[in-house]
């Protein structure tokens, strides 16, 4: 019978054959280290734009439907342009740029059009 050993910390393993670690620490430890490169991109971005989404809510009051911002309030609060989940495009040609329900429009002299996107209305049959 062979010893086998953790693949974490290198102690000998006790147990069931198809055993790589010798506890739940040095499982965990050895998955979050071998993972931690590829999610971090990815949990980044996704930090990034659930900021920006937090950042427009915030200054879009609730009893308006719009609001005009200058870039510089958005930049002082951590608004980062190049994160946005998809844009829209009106009849007009003006193109939205959206982080999740809350979006934005550019407009002359660095200010910005902050909306909030409206829900459809459901068809009850």
Not at 5 to 12: F, L
Not at 17 to 33: E, G, M, P
Not at 46 to 54: E, I, P, T, V, Y
Request: aromatic content about 12%.
């Amino acid at each position: 019978m062979e010893n086998k050993i953790c693949i974490q910390c290198e102690k000998p393993i006790h147990g069931r054959a198809d055993k790589k670690f010798c506890d739940d620490y040095c499982r965990n430890a050895y998955n979050n280290h071998f993972k931690r490169g590829s999610n971090n991109l990815i949990r980044n971005i996704s930090n990034a734009l659930r900021k920006n989404r937090n950042i427009l809510e915030s200054l879009l009051i609730e009893s308006e439907e719009t609001i005009r911002v200058p870039r510089e309030r958005l930049l002082a609060s951590g608004f980062i342009f190049k994160y946005h989940t998809h844009t829209y495009t009106n009849k007009r040609g003006d193109i939205y740029n959206y982080c999740f329900d809350f979006g934005y429009l550019a407009l002359d002299n660095d200010w910005y059009l902050i909306v909030k996107k409206k829900e459809r209305q459901q068809n009850k049959n």
